[in-house]
Structure formats: C-alpha cells, structure tokens
C-alpha cells in the first residue's frame, strides 16, 4: 500500500510561480514512476506531467510544456510539480499518483494505482 499527500498550491496571480508537492509512504518509492494529473470543475481529470523511476524520463502534457517542471527526490519520497507562467486554465485540483506496474502508459489515468487526495491550485487574473 502506498500513501501519497500533496501539498502547496493555493492562490496565485496569472504569471506567478508555485510548487506542489507529493510526500509518498513506503520504501519501494524509488521503484515507481510517478505522475500528475489535475481536474477542473466540470471536466475529466487529465495529465499533466509524469517522470519515471530514476527521473531520467519526464513527459509533460502540450498545455503545460516549457512552463512546468516535474522532478523527484528519492532520498525523500517526494516528487514535486514546478509551475510557472500559471495562467486561469490552470486552476484546478492537482493531484499526484503512483504508477507501480511496468510499461503502463503513463499519460492516462489507468496507468496509475495509487492516488493522492489532491490540492487546489486557484490563478487569479
């Protein structure tokens, strides 16, 4: 069993920066790939970002391409979401997930067994 509890968000202006961050239980973190995902009132939760075991490997949806970053820590069993340039599209609950099978697809909500309970990330114009 894995627990994951994020952390950061909150409110920000357009054009500012934050950092969210993912606190995993266990030992085994540094075997997972992990990923972020977000959802808007209204809307299907979708990806946002996801970084493999080593932090070697890191995909990013289109939206947030050149804007966010995903890194790892895994002396800590965090994983963090760097997010600048935040725009209004961006308000949502982020939401960071575990992903423990090999060779899932990681840019779909499937891909993933464990989750977090989410933060809410709020840009104001």
């Known amino acids: 069993q894995v627990q994951l509890v994020e952390s950061g968000g909150g409110l920000v202006q357009a054009g500012g920066s934050t950092r969210l961050s993912c606190v995993a239980s266990?030992?085994?973190?540094?075997?997972?790939?992990m990923g972020w995902f977000r959802q808007a009132p209204g809307k299907e939760r979708e990806f946002v970002a996801s970084?493999?075991?080593?932090?070697?490997?890191?995909y990013y949806a289109d939206s947030v391409k050149g804007r966010f970053t995903i890194s790892r820590d895994n002396a800590k069993n965090t994983v963090y979401l760097q997010m600048n340039s935040l725009k209004p599209e961006d308000t949502a609950v982020y939401y960071c997930?575990?992903?423990?099978?090999?060779?899932?697809?990681?840019?779909?909500?499937?891909?993933?067994?464990?989750w977090g309970q989410g933060t809410q990330v709020t840009v104001s114009s």
């Open positions: 266990g030992r085994t973190f540094s075997r997972y790939s």
């Open positions: 997930a575990a992903a423990v099978r090999i060779g899932v697809p990681l840019e779909y909500v499937y891909g993933y067994d464990y």
């Open positions: 970084i493999s075991w080593s932090g070697g490997r890191t």
